[in-house]
Nanobody, 124 residues
Framework: QMQLVESGGGLVQAGDSLRLSCTAS????????VGWFRQAPGKEREFVAT????????YHADSMKGRFTISSDHAKDVVYLQMNSLKPEDTAVYYC?????????????????WGQGTQVTVSS
């Protein structure tokens, strides 16, 4: 079993930045890809970005490119989501998840383990 914990969410103003963190217990991220997803109120959960742990390759949703960046710190065994120039429409619960699929997947059903999520609220 792998347990994922997200942190770093909060209430910010439009234009601010936040960095979310995803850590794992029970296993390391080795051999997995780690993804970030989000779910806004009344909307379906959507893909944000994913990172392949062993080589650091990343894939971001087109709508997130330029503002959101996924990265990792192997020494700390953590995956980050840096979010800049936040907008009210970025308000959502942000989840990290892991998949053994190494092909930069944006498909939620391929992710086996999910965190509880962290709330990000952006005020105008």
């Amino acid at each position: 079993q792998m347990q994922l914990v997200e942190s770093g969410g909060g209430l910010v103003q439009a234009g601010d930045s936040l960095r979310l963190s995803c850590t794992a217990s029970g296993r390391t991220f080795s051999g997995y890809s780690v993804g970030w997803f989000r779910q806004a109120p009344g909307k379906e959960r959507e893909f944000v970005a994913t990172l392949r742990w062993h080589d650091g390759n990343t894939y971001h949703a087109d709508s997130m490119k330029g503002r959101f960046t996924i990265s990792s710190d192997h020494a700390k065994d953590v995956v980050y989501l840096q979010m800049n120039s936040l907008k009210p429409e970025d308000t959502a619960v942000y989840y990290c998840a892991v998949t053994p699929v190494l092909a930069m997947s944006d498909r939620q059903y391929e992710y086996d383990y999910w965190g509880q999520g962290t709330q990000v609220t952006v005020s105008s």
